[in-house]
């Protein structure tokens, strides 16, 4: 497939001012016809070239004569003389058969459209980018018993009845937007309705349209996206502009969600919650993201992208201030540790493998393929570096000015780097860098003290591995919150920024009779991985007495990490080991502490207490050794599980008296109580599963009742397929619910995975059109690191299988599989060998889509 360069940018050669469509909705056969408004941009004589994929012009004209269309590749041509024309189309497509999601698809009965990025196509002939913004009117018709609710962006004009049972609705959009924002949905949905007052007083109308049946878990979206509108307008002085704002749940989507203007459309599981069927993670999932499409609203649809390789222009940005709300709505600490965990999980692997690419990527093949973890997570982080170094207010003083500076345009993240350098005052010269460079870098600290002057000396050095084509990369500036923290008081003399810009740098401190304990890289200020030299006693320290939450959560998961690393050398002999990991004792000891510290909330001593995941800790290896790690592991909870088992059962027994509400401290208490859960039955407790079953059995909410399973997925006992059968059973019918099913399954430590992922892919529930189902099934398989790599390499030939049979229907969601098999160089050679075969058995595959293509070449090179 063809490249795609950044440095060759051009504006398009012709630009669509007003788009009019119409719409003969129907699933397996859709009628649309388009008047363009087109404009020359600019002084060529080039002829209209408008990006098409599979939706040809069944007729078309300019200025109402007929014209010769010609194809080149993925565009049509035509000529135009004069600067203006109308541009008339039409095309016939065939929702029911669109297996892709994208375009115009047929979901349940229901129609809808995803358009970003390069979806608009599918559906008419267009300049599909986004720096070609039009002004839009659509009119849909259909058969009004099958589509009574007919929806598109803007307002609703006009709406009537038709001939043969079928009516009509006309929707406006006043504001200029790229084709990506362009949506439309007819179905058969009910409205749960609500309003909002802007604070400048203007009266918004607010629906969220469910299939009948779903709108009784409607209500807590509601709730986040009224919120959502309120932060925006007091965080960031930002009000809703449309007199509507409407939100779709449908059941089949590649994605989370999708910002379109006034007609955000959702995967369900985004939208639907209640205490049964919805855990305490989905209501802050659902807030998330429905306060992430909202912001859209700003950062992304009154300012856009002028090409998709400034993506994170307004997706690092739009994840940041979601982020920033999600803390705000509940406990900053434990957000920041979420987020952080979710960012080493997905974006460091992406950073240290085949796919690394900087947050404003150079090139691309399949535009897909660059909604990562990178373009989102690491560019919210680089965000939140410069609002870091800015302060609160300069930071807002430049997020101002951009939207000020940019309402109505296609910016770059240039644009935003130089508003942020004028508004907040700041020096960013050398910070752009973050946009250009992949990869993760890696910050070496070690504090030196001076017992005769009472000097601390904190030395710094920073560098980098390569990354595909970048093998040397320029120093970064590093922001990093720390603190010199007395032995004796517990206590610091306030926070430092310290900015790590050279190659080496060494900071002095005076005033230290005893050498202090160094607190660095407090609440995660940069995305880095950091090594500091440090003596044996001052990360059990750090744990007990930090101020900074995220630094006492970082203190332990470093002790268990070492420890771990520690029993795994040992493996291969006695005395293999290095470094100087603290005891099992001192870990219990601090295990023992914290399970009681009454400073912690138990929704932060839930964070603190997990151990690392077997991925991540393979991730601190440089061949990943999945079977020790598994062993290693399990070896350690069981040791904090039955040393502790007095307290993990007094833990579990006081959570278990907090009623179910969804006040933060029944939301702790949940969290804890699963936790202890686990750890009792970690310990081989000879009433673990009981306990666990009587879990599941009582739980009046679904947090429980998927806690207790989880616990039970794992066991070797007769209570596991019990209760396994009545969640189904219980919950035939729920898709979200019943995708629990599937994911506890494939995501649980039990010795028989394998052979019940062979049974669950022919389930009579499991299918390959779905989504939702897809990764609920393959993504806890492909992240159960001792399953998915064991050494027989099947779990690799599982994948591969998958790949090639989902690839023709869905290639979006195929290749986000490929990332796993990409990891082929952190093992052994012998499994290293297999998941190349496994790459070669797909790139192989005759008709392979681009989007797999790229990611495989890629994890090939
Ligand atoms: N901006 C949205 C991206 C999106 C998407 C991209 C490709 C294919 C399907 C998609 N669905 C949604 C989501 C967001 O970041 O808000
Ligand atoms: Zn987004």
Known sequence: PPVIYRADYQPPDWRVETVSLEFDLDLSATEVHATLGIVRNGDHDRAVRLDCDGALPQTLAVDGQPVNWRQEGSRIAFDVQGERAIVTLSTRIAPDTNTQLMGLFASNGMLCTQCEAEGFRRIIPFVDRPDNMSVYEVLLRADKSRFPVLLSNGALVESGDLDGGRHYARWRDPHPKPSYLFALVAGDLVATRDSFTTKSGTHVDLAIFVRAGDEGRTAHAMQALKASMAWDERVYGLEYDLPVFNIVAVSDFNMGAMENKGLNIFNSRYILADPDTATDYDYDAIEGVVAHEYFHNWSGNRVTCRDWFQLSLKEGFTVYRDQCFSADMGSEAVKRIEDVRMLRAAQFPEDAGPLAHPIRPDSYMEISNFYTSTVYNKGAEVIRMMATMAGPERFRAGCDLYFARHDGEAATCEDFVRAMEEGAGLDLGQFRRWYEQAGTPQVQARLEHDAATGTATLHLRQNFTPTPGQPAKPLMPIPLRTALIDRDMKAHRGEMLVVLTEAEQALSFTGYARAPVLSINRGFSAPVNLDVARASGDLPFLVRHDDDPFARYEALQQLVIDRLIADIADMDGPGAAQGHAVSLDEIIAVFGDLVSDQRLDDSMRA???????????????????????????????????????????????????????????????????????????????????????????????????????????????????????????????????????????????????????????????????????????????????????????????????????????????????????????????????????????????????????????????
Not at 746 to 764: D, N, Y
Request: hydrophobic share 40%.
């Open 607 to 861: 964070e603190i207490l997990s151990l690392p995941t077997e991925a991540f800790l393979g991730e601190q290896m440089l061949i990943v050794r999945p079977e020790a790690i598994h062993v290693a592991r399990k070896s350690l909870r069981k040791a904090i599980g039955s040393r502790l088992l007095n307290q993990w059962r007094i833990v579990h027994e006081r959570a278990s008296s907090v009623p179910y509400s969804l006040s933060r401290e029944a939301r702790g208490a949940r969290k804890i109580k699963s936790l202890a859960l686990g750890y009792i039955a970690s310990a081989e407790a000879g009433d673990a599963a009981m306990v666990a079953f009587d879990q599941f059995a009582r739980a009046d909410n679904m947090t429980d009742r998927q806690g207790a399973l989880a616990v039970l997925a794992s066991m070797q006992a007769d209570q596991r397929e019990t209760a396994l059968d009545s969640f189904y059973n219980r919950y035939q019918g729920n898709a979200l619910v019943i995708d629990k099913w599937f994911s506890l399954q494939t995501g649980s430590a039990h010795p028989r995975v394998h052979e019940q992922m062979l049974e669950l892919i022919r389930h009579k529930d499991f299918t390959l059109t779905n989504p939702n189902r897809v990764r609920a099934l393959y993504w806890p398989f492909v992240s159960n690191q001792a399953v998915f790599h064991e050494a027989s390499g099947r779990g690799y030939e599982l994948l591969t299988d998958l790949v090639l049979k989902l690839d023709p229907l869905n290639p979006q969601t195929t290749a986000r599989f490929i990332a796993p098999l990409g990891r082929w160089r952190r093992f052994d050679e012998a499994r290293a060998a297999k998941m190349r075969d496994c790459l070669e058995r797909i790139l192989a595959q005759p008709g392979l889509s681009k989007d797999v293509t790229e990611q495989v070449v890629k994890s090939l090179e």
